[in-house]
C-alpha cells in the first residue's frame, strides 16, 4: 500500500537538469526586501525610471507601490502614443521572442546579450502568460523604452 506522500514524493521528484546552465546555490539566493523603493530613487530628477536599479530591486522581489506602477504606465503609454505604429530599429539589435513571465530569465538574457543601450531591443510579445513574474517583466520593459 503506497500512502499519500509517498505517492507524493514519487510523482515530484526531481528531474536531472541535462543542461546545469542554472546552476543556483542557497548562497547565491538574493535576499528578499520589504520595504517599497522611494520615488526619488526611482524616478530621479528627470522624471525618468532608472531602469538598472529597478531591475535589482524587482530581482530581489521588492515591492512598487501602485501609484508607481501608475506613473511608469502613464509615462510608456505617452512614449507608445507619440511614436509610430511600425518604427525603424538600427543595429545592433537583438531580437527576443516570447519571455512568458520569466523574469529570471529575461535578467540572464540581458546580462548575457548586453545592456539596453549597448545595443538595440526587439521584444516580439508574450511578455506574461505561464510564468508568474509577468508584472515585473512588463515593469522592467516599460521603464527600459
Known sequence: MVTAAGASEARFSLIPDPIPDRPLTDEQCPRMINKPIEDSALFGENDMPDWRLLKDFLAREGPISKPQIMRLLMSTLSM??????????????????????????????????????????????????????????????????
Not at 129 to 135: K, V
Open 80 to 145: 507608445f502614443s507619440a511614436e509610430a505604429n511600425l518604427v525603424q530599429i538600427d543595429e545592433p539589435i537583438c531580437v527576443v521572442g516570447d519571455i512568458h513571465g520569466q523574469y529570471a530569465d529575461l535578467l540572464n538574457m540581458i546580462s548575457k546579450a548586453g545592456e539596453p543601450g549597448s545595443l538595440n531591443y526587439l521584444f516580439l510579445g508574450d511578455y506574461v502568460d505561464r510564468g508568474i513574474f509577468g508584472i515585473e517583466v512588463c515593469i522592467l520593459l516599460f521603464a527600459i523604452k
